[in-house]
Structure formats: C-alpha cells, structure tokens
C-alpha cells in the first residue's frame, strides 16, 4: 500500500471486511453480486439469530446460485483494484472529435431545411380556435 491511493468506495469494502472478519474471496463474491459494504455486518449470524448461517456460508451459497460455479475466478487485492481502476485512465486515448465545415451565413442549417415553413404568423390559430376569433 505504500504510495498508493485507495479510493473511497474501496476503504468502506476494507472497513466492511475487517468488521466482518472476512477473506478476500468473499469479499470479491460481495461485490461481484452487488452487496452494499454497509449490509454486510447486518447479514451475518447473531447469537440470537440460530436460522441463519455464517456469512462467508451465505456468500458462498448465493454467489454459486447466481453465477452457477463457487468462487470468483480471479480473486484480487484493494491494492490490485485500484491500480486497475488508474490504469484505463492513464492508457486512454485523446478522441478525435468529428470536424464539420464551417457555416456561412446564407446557408440554412441542417435542421431548419428540413422543415416547413409555416403559413401564417400565428401557429395556434386553427388548433385552438376552430370556429373563428370567438374566445
């Protein structure tokens, strides 16, 4: 970790491990099925709670049911993911912006050629009124 910033959203997942007591690989499940960092504590077992199982069994279970195989195929570190996360940055490329001809003034824009041009000054006349000036 030395000279390296971790991003924000990556400090919660490290809080949510540590309070959770978890590896990476369920950590690395957690993330891949969407679970907020926050939810974590909530979804383990509680003396109390005797029907649920340990969380890294419910990570375990539901990754498999979603994913159909049991862990992730590359389990990887805060470390690894935020230098994943710069890299795309720093390898991307300048756009090339579409370059369009500069418009004279006598040339009507694309956009006003294709439409036609109204007949009378004022556009709501037959819409609203259609039985005269009657108000």
């Given at each position: 970790?030395?000279?390296?910033?971790?991003?924000?959203?990556?400090?919660?997942?490290?809080?949510?491990?540590?309070?959770?007591?978890?590896?990476?690989?369920?950590?690395?499940?957690?993330?891949?099925?969407?679970?907020?960092?926050?939810?974590?504590?909530?979804?383990?077992?509680?003396?109390?709670?005797?029907?649920?199982s340990p969380l890294p069994d419910?990570?375990?279970?539901?990754?498999?049911?979603?994913?159909?195989?049991?862990?992730?195929?590359?389990?990887?570190?805060?470390?690894?993911?935020?230098?994943?996360?710069?890299?795309?940055?720093?390898?991307?490329?300048?756009?090339?912006?579409?370059?369009?001809?500069?418009?004279?003034?006598?040339?009507?824009?694309?956009?006003?050629?294709?439409?036609?041009?109204?007949?009378?000054?004022?556009?709501f006349q037959d819409e609203m009124?259609?039985?005269?000036?009657?108000?």
């Open positions: 970790m030395a000279g390296s910033q971790i991003p924000q959203d990556l400090k919660k997942w490290i809080d949510a491990k540590k309070k959770s007591r978890l590896s990476q690989k369920h950590i690395c499940m957690a993330m891949e099925l969407g679970i907020n960092p926050r939810s974590l504590a909530s979804m383990g077992a509680n003396p109390h709670e005797l029907w649920k419910y990570l375990e279970e539901l990754y498999e049911k979603r994913f159909k195989r049991s862990a992730p195929a590359v389990v990887r570190s805060f470390e690894q993911m935020s230098q994943a996360r710069k890299k795309p940055k720093a390898e991307e490329k300048p756009k090339v912006q579409a370059t369009q001809p500069p418009k004279t003034e006598g040339e009507p824009s694309a956009v006003s050629a294709d439409l036609p041009e109204p007949e009378t000054d004022d556009p009124y259609p039985f005269g000036d009657e108000a």
